[in-house]
């Protein structure tokens, strides 16, 4: 859909993340055994990685792949629960609206945390399967 998804009161700020956190990232990334750090820095260096602070703290993030994707959702373990993984979302969704961006995400079958979040902001799950081919 074309329009932005709301998102009520919350202790959460959402803000850019730049390359002063690419330890962050690469420390707390569960995807690092098939991305690098350089994948890390060329995200973080083109402006599409997104950060959820509470208290000034950082508890998770997301970005944008080179292909366009919305993706690397990571909320760290001590902030899960808190709706953190719904306000990156959103927010990385309502980037993508405003730059005339058509908001979409990959997301491995099995991973039914990220498939429900997607299901309970109203994206909808596309009839064919996407592969990844990783070399």
Not at 2 to 17: H, N, R, T
Not at 50 to 64: D, H, S
Not at 68 to 86: A, W
């Amino acid at each position: 859909k074309k329009i932005p998804i709301s998102f009520g009161k919350s202790m959460v700020v959402i803000k850019p993340l730049t390359i002063e956190y690419k330890n962050n990232l690469i420390n707390s990334y569960s995807k690092m055994d098939i991305v690098d750090v350089s994948y890390i820095e060329n995200r973080l260096n083109a402006d599409v990685m997104l950060g959820a602070f509470i208290n000034n703290n950082l508890c998770g993030f997301i970005g944008v792949h080179e292909e366009g994707s919305i993706g690397m959702l990571e909320v760290f373990p001590k902030y899960k629960g808190k709706g953190i993984g719904s306000a990156l979302q959103i927010a990385a969704t309502n980037v993508a609206l405003a730059h005339k961006r058509y908001p979409y995400g990959q997301v491995v079958e099995t991973n039914i945390a990220s498939t429900s979040l997607q299901k309970k902001l109203g994206f909808e799950l596309s009839k064919e399967k996407v592969y990844w081919l990783i070399k």
